[in-house]
């Protein structure tokens, strides 16, 4: 009986010391698994994502025999074996009438296998841009797109993927960043969905530009519950939160990086410029244009090379020839009984006011982060350099730099003496881009609470590629902590998140500044210099009056709180109302100097898109009230209401159309992939990758090896059992 005991004992403790073994190793695999997989950090790191596509390129595939190079692949859950990926090419035209720019972009999904296949693309567009209509093409029919509250058309989308029926759904993930889902797109066919959107061209500096993006930087996402500071308290648990946002898995697409010539999505694009007035020259910053003048006041623009890689933005200025610029314009729409308008006026440069007669204090920020390697960097650095030679002995600076830490030159800003400057100088010099974008501390060690003695123009450069994914806890930072600072961005690289950019700026209350390319480093920086040493003109108000000169009301504007001026910068107001007024009085204020400019409002010229523009506009001012603390539950009505009536895609409306004849058989698999982007010009690979969430990695570890340790030791107890 003992000896039947201890038999049993010892194949008891066998296995249990089995199960131990088997536990810690299998939580030794899923560590690993965790480490080494996309799903842990966003996305592979470039690099990493580049051998998997030149591994794929070696492979065969089942259908299609051996790959060629160029071809990209992809495999999923349910097909491990690699399967050829749809093809996306994109044609672009934009129109240019006086204000206002139209533009059609054509997306071609085609498929080359033999499946049914959805296609998710995510793809930008420019931050201001108002997307009104979306249709799709099938051969020669065309099925025009429906807008929905956003859930709904996500509803309708799916019902008819499911059906069997050709469908597309346009969404709006961020103000500059969208979703095209294109579903049942037959073997060897394709599907084109057209989009269109309205902008407003920019006017600074002397010339007009505007900038179309052709890539969405992948977005660093905050880990969850990350604690940035127990001294602010911004989200009223004590303590500010570094926190991922909701769609934190909608921002970020698969990442497609090879050789120069095996770049993937390309695009052709067509500007027509019709100006009304002469130019003296016509800039394309990044890509090469040939040009052609069928009329006299009519510019054709197209891509020397035919077509692009979608890997950076294009960025076009033209500049009007002296004088025939207007200083003011009045533009105009009549729809449903309800006047649209857009003014613009040019205020003058303030000449003659002392601009700065107090000394600056000037806090620089550099994101030294990795989607900022390569040309990004040494952009930045130059950039910051010059900003650094401009200071004055009287001065006052400090130098911070952050990825996923932020250090800065000085506790406190110091005087901008020689030494202080050139040491400035080699700090920055020495600094080497790598690692996340936690860009939330660097903020707030930008912007301290305590306010400092009086005296001082306090400025903030902040000088990054804005590839973030939690946009709006950042300018609620901006918005809490600015007090009478003033914020100004300076976008670097070819793919800036240009919404985080502007916005910031805008609650900043200063610019933002764009460096494409290290030959625009001195221009663009020089430009930006004149604006935050000239004066600014601020309490600007604007007036609308009868013919009286009585005031008249019931005019609603936007913005309603209007913005400082800066040095070349014009005014800009879009207002509705039933009846026109027949003046707007404008004023504001140079330092101690009152300036004021009245404007007959009879001579409007009618264009059909002002309409639009003034509800895009609206709707920017509703979403700031998320930022600014307004019931969101009343911004989400007023926006969708606004957004179903000018048919305009929002964060809470999307466009969708359905085919209404199913075509793909209930016996046939759907093969659903979220297509391949670029890796944004001049980026480097290395360095990119971007945490999501933060995961108990190093308990998973310590649990595994006391596992395996319990065990072994039990192991060992087992031999010496059997041994006696």
């Known amino acids: 009986?003992?000896?039947?005991?201890?038999?049993?004992?010892?194949?008891?403790?066998?296995?249990?010391?089995?199960?131990?073994?088997?536990?810690?190793?299998?939580?030794?695999?899923?560590?690993?698994?965790?480490?080494?997989?996309?799903?842990?950090?966003?996305?592979?790191?470039?690099?990493?994502?580049?051998?998997?596509?030149?591994?794929?390129?070696?492979?065969?595939?089942?259908?299609?025999?051996?790959?060629?190079?160029?071809?990209?692949?992809?495999?999923?859950?349910?097909?491990?074996?690699?399967?050829?990926?749809?093809?996306?090419?994109?044609?672009?035209?934009?129109?240019?009438?006086?204000?206002?720019?139209?533009?059609?972009?054509?997306q071609r999904f085609k498929n080359p296998t033999e499946a049914w296949a959805e296609g998710i693309y995510l793809f930008p567009l420019p931050e201001s841009a108002a997307v009104d209509h979306m249709r799709m093409r099938i051969g020669e029919r065309v099925i025009e797109g429906e807008i929905q509250q956003r859930a709904q058309a996500k509803k309708t989308y799916e019902a008819a993927k499911k059906a069997g029926k050709r469908?597309?759904?346009?969404?709006?993930?961020?103000?500059?960043?969208?979703?095209?889902?294109?579903?049942?797109?037959?073997?060897?066919?394709?599907?084109?969905?057209?989009?269109?959107?309205?902008?407003?061209?920019e006017w600074k500096d002397g010339a007009f530009s505007l900038r179309f993006p052709m890539v969405v930087g992948p977005r660093y996402i905050p880990p969850e519950k990350l604690k940035v500071t127990e001294e602010i308290d911004l989200s009223g648990q004590g303590w500010l939160i570094s926190s991922p946002p909701e769609d934190a898995d909608r921002l970020t697409a698969p990442l497609h990086e090879s050789r120069e010539s095996d770049r993937i999505n390309p695009v052709a694009l067509t500007v027509i410029l019709e100006t009304g007035f002469p130019l003296a020259k016509i800039t394309s910053h990044h890509h090469r244009i040939i040009q052609s003048k069928p009329t006299a006041e009519t510019w054709s623009l197209s891509l020397a090379e035919g077509e692009v890689p979608a890997d950076r933005d294009f960025e076009l200025t033209w500049t009007p020839v002296a004088g025939s610029a207007p200083r003011a314009a009045l533009f105009s729409h009549v729809q449903e009984g309800m006047n649209s308008a857009l003014m613009m006026v040019m205020p003058p440069r303030g000449d003659g006011v002392q601009s700065r007669s107090m000394p600056r204090e000037v806090v620089y920020v550099i994101d030294v982060s990795g989607s900022m390697g390569g040309a990004s960097?040494?952009?930045?650095?130059?950039?910051?350099?010059?900003?650094?030679?401009?200071?004055?002995?009287?001065?006052?600076?400090?130098?911070?730099?952050?990825?996923?830490?932020?250090?800065?030159?000085?506790?406190?800003?110091?005087?901008?003496?020689?030494?202080?400057?050139?040491?400035?100088r080699n700090w920055v010099d020495n600094l080497d881009a790598d690692g996340g974008t936690e860009m939330l501390s660097a903020l707030i060690r930008s912007l301290p609470e305590d306010q400092q003695e009086d005296g001082w123009?306090?400025?903030?450069?902040?000088?990054?590629?804005?590839?973030?994914?939690?946009?709006?806890?950042?300018?609620?930072?901006?918005?809490?902590?600015?007090?009478?600072?003033?914020?100004?961005?300076?976008?670097?690289?070819?793919?800036?998140?240009?919404?985080?950019?502007?916005?910031?700026?805008?609650?900043?209350?200063?610019?933002?500044?764009?460096?494409?390319?290290?030959?625009?480093?001195?221009?663009r920086m020089e430009s930006l210099f004149k604006k935050i040493e000239s004066p600014v003109l601020s309490g600007i108000q604007v007036t609308f009056l009868d013919e009286n000169d009585?005031?008249?009301?019931?005019?609603?504007?936007?913005?309603?709180?209007?913005?400082?001026?800066?040095?070349?910068?014009?005014?800009?107001?879009?207002?509705?109302?039933?009846?026109?007024?027949?003046?707007?009085?404008?004023?504001?204020?140079?330092?101690?100097?009152?300036?004021?400019?009245?404007?007959?409002?009879?001579?409007?010229?009618?264009?059909?898109?002002?309409?639009?523009?003034?509800?895009?506009?609206?709707?920017?001012?509703?979403?700031?009230?998320?930022?600014?603390?307004?019931?969101a539950q009343d911004i989400e009505a007023q926006v969708?209401?606004?957004?179903?009536?000018?048919?305009?895609?929002?964060?809470?409306?999307?466009?969708?159309?359905?085919?209404?004849?199913?075509?793909?058989?209930?016996?046939?698999?759907?093969?659903?992939?979220?297509?391949?982007?670029?890796?944004?010009?001049?980026?480097?690979?290395e360095g990119l990758r971007m945490p999501k969430t933060a995961t108990p990695a190093q308990l998973y570890l310590m649990i595994g090896s006391l596992l395996l340790g319990i065990g072994g030791v039990m192991r060992r107890r087992q031999l010496g059992v059997g041994s006696v």
Request: proline residues 5%; glycine residues 8%; aromatic residues 6%.
């Open 1 to 106: 009986g003992a000896r039947a005991g201890i038999i049993l004992r010892f194949f008891a403790e066998c296995l249990l010391a089995s199960m131990v073994v088997s536990l810690g190793t299998a939580f030794l695999i899923l560590v690993a698994a965790w480490w080494t997989s996309s799903e842990a950090w966003g996305a592979p790191t470039a690099s990493e994502q580049m051998e998997q596509v030149e591994t794929a390129a070696r492979n065969t595939s089942p259908m299609d025999g051996p790959v060629t190079e160029g071809r990209l692949m992809f495999r999923t859950e349910s097909e491990p074996e690699m399967q050829p990926a749809l093809v996306l090419e994109t044609d672009v035209t934009i129109r240019v009438t006086g204000p206002l720019a139209r533009a059609v972009v054509r």
């Open 167 to 201: 469908t597309s759904l346009v969404e709006q993930e961020r103000p500059n960043m969208f979703t095209t889902s294109v579903a049942n797109i037959p073997p060897s066919g394709e599907i084109v969905v057209e989009i269109e959107y309205q902008e407003r061209p």
């Open 377 to 424: 960097i040494r952009q930045a650095k130059a950039a910051l350099t010059m900003a650094l030679d401009r200071l004055k002995p009287h001065d006052r600076f400090n130098v911070i730099a952050f990825n996923h830490k932020t250090k800065a030159l000085h506790d406190r800003a110091v005087s901008a003496t020689s030494e202080a400057v050139e040491d400035a």
């Open 457 to 523: 123009v306090r400025q903030v450069v902040f000088m990054t590629d804005g590839a973030v994914g939690n946009e709006k806890q950042l300018f609620q930072a901006i918005h809490r902590l600015l007090g009478e600072r003033r914020l100004f961005t300076v976008g670097i690289g070819s793919a800036p998140n240009s919404h985080f950019m502007r916005t910031a700026a805008r609650f900043g209350r200063g610019t933002f500044t764009h460096i494409g390319s290290p030959d625009q480093v001195l221009t």
């Open 550 to 631: 009585h005031a008249v009301n019931g005019v609603e504007t936007v913005p309603g709180n209007i913005p400082d001026l800066y040095l070349g910068e014009p005014l800009a107001v879009a207002f509705q109302t039933t009846t026109m007024p027949a003046k707007a009085k404008v004023s504001g204020r140079f330092g101690r100097i009152i300036w004021e400019s009245t404007l007959n409002l009879d001579g409007a010229v009618s264009r059909p898109g002002v309409g639009i523009y003034w509800a895009r506009q609206k709707i920017e001012a509703l979403m700031d009230g998320h930022v600014t603390g307004l019931n």
């Open 640 to 685: 969708t209401q606004l957004a179903l009536t000018h048919h305009l895609v929002s964060k809470y409306t999307s466009l969708v159309a359905v085919d209404k004849t199913p075509i793909r058989p209930d016996e046939a698999l759907l093969r659903s992939q979220r297509m391949k982007t670029n890796l944004p010009h001049g980026w480097k690979g």
